[in-house]
């Protein structure tokens, strides 16, 4: 059973910063892939960005040269720090990783942007 608990989120002026936690339980965290995805308000759920075990990783245009996505394999948790925050970038941050026959969503954090 994998479970993704999500924390960090909050109320942030714009240009401001947050760092978000995703803590991660089950024995094979180092080796998955994991990601950070993101859903504003009435809008479709779209990746932010991503880690691969290798921690090679990969970034949505949007949030490019401002978030930064890492890993800590010893904690089995993945971080997302977002810098220069706008207000576009409000909604709700899941976590995610998947395995061959099963997708593992986090409850979700919410970053609120303010202008």
């Known amino acids: 059973q994998v479970q993704l608990v999500e924390s960090g989120g909050g109320l942030v002026q714009a240009g401001g910063s947050l760092r978000l936690s995703c803590a991660a339980s089950?024995?094979?965290?180092?080796?998955?892939?994991m990601d950070w995805y993101r859903q504003p308000p009435g809008k479709q759920r779209e990746l932010v960005a991503a880690?691969?075990?290798?921690?090679?990783?990969n970034y949505a245009d949007s949030v490019k040269g401002r978030f930064t996505i890492s890993r800590d394999n010893a904690k089995n948790t993945m971080y997302l720090q977002m810098n220069s925050l706008i207000p576009e970038d409000t909604a709700v941050y899941y976590c995610?990783?998947?395995?061959?026959?099963?997708?593992?969503w986090g409850r979700g954090t919410q970053v609120t942007v303010s202008s």
């Open positions: 995610h990783t998947s395995t061959v026959s099963m997708n593992y």
């Open positions: 089950g024995s094979f965290f180092r080796v998955w892939t």
């Open positions: 880690i691969t075990s290798g921690g090679t990783t």
